[in-house]
């Protein structure tokens, strides 16, 4: 099946500052991927949806000031938590649509803001 | 409203017994449904979907439309079961999927 990689697994920050992850397709071309963020004991919360060369569409809620998302190819997207506090810290997920409109998950990224 | 429903949070049931994880769905014109799984420490996948028809590990899922449900089934659990299960929904919206709050299926030995 579909590989999507997600870079890093865990990251650790101190509060203001800004983390970049990134959302890789590895085998595939992907031109829709989604950003989730997952609570512990929790299901997943749809956070943003990504399209290849337009802008993200983004959940109610959910800052796209803060909460940036980039899906410059058909492979990469990218979502930069600016200015990131303690409230950020959570597990992010991101998946990939394929042609069937199947969603590949990647593994997760552990954003922990001290 | 497009909505999925998951009524338990856990369920735990021992090894070699019937299993059945609720699903229900509210949505007024013809959905996908989906069956997705998340081992310990292991990401998403997806379980089946309802318009494959297969069965996957031995699990099935039925798609009744008079009562909006995708109920989950095995008829012998196995512990390699064990894990979180997601039901989720496509509607018309650019291939997004409501998620239900997921059941963690715990399988004694």
């Known amino acids: 099946g579909a590989v999507v990689s997600q870079h890093p697994s865990w990251v650790i920050c101190k509060s203001g500052t800004s983390v970049k992850i990134e959302c890789r397709s590895l085998?595939?071309?992907?031109?829709?991927m989604f950003w989730y963020r997952q609570f512990p004991k929790q299901s997943l919360m749809l956070m943003a949806t990504?399209?290849?060369?337009?802008?993200?569409?983004?959940e109610q809620g959910v800052e796209k000031d803060k909460f940036l998302i980039n899906h410059a190819s058909l492979t990469l997207s990218t979502l930069t938590v600016t200015s990131a506090h303690p409230e950020d810290s959570s597990f992010y997920i991101c998946?990939?649509?394929?042609?069937?409109?199947?969603?590949?998950f990647g593994p997760g990224t552990r954003l922990t803001v001290l | 409203a497009q909505r999925v429903t998951q009524p338990e949070k856990l369920l735990s049931v021992f090894k070699g017994a019937p299993v059945e994880l609720k699903c229900n769905y509210s949505?007024?014109?013809?959905?996908?449904l989906f069956w997705y799984v998340q081992y310990s420490r292991q990401r998403l996948q997806l379980l089946l979907r309802?318009?494959?028809?297969?069965s996957i590990k031995g699990f099935t899922a039925d798609l009744n439309k008079g009562e909006t449900s995708f109920h989950l089934k095995k008829p012998f659990a196995q512990e390699e079961d064990s894990a979180m299960y997601y039901c989720?929904?496509?509607?018309?919206?650019?291939?997004?999927?409501?998620w239900g709050a997921g059941t963690k299926l715990i399988i004694k030995p």
């Open positions: 998946s990939a649509v394929v042609a069937n409109n199947e969603q590949f």
């Open positions: 085998d595939f071309q992907a031109t829709t």
């Open positions: 990504s399209n290849e060369g337009s802008k993200a569409t983004y």
């Open positions: 949505y007024s014109g013809s959905p996908e």
């Open positions: 309802h318009i494959s028809r297969e």
């Open positions: 989720a929904l496509n509607g018309d919206s650019n291939y997004q999927l409501i």
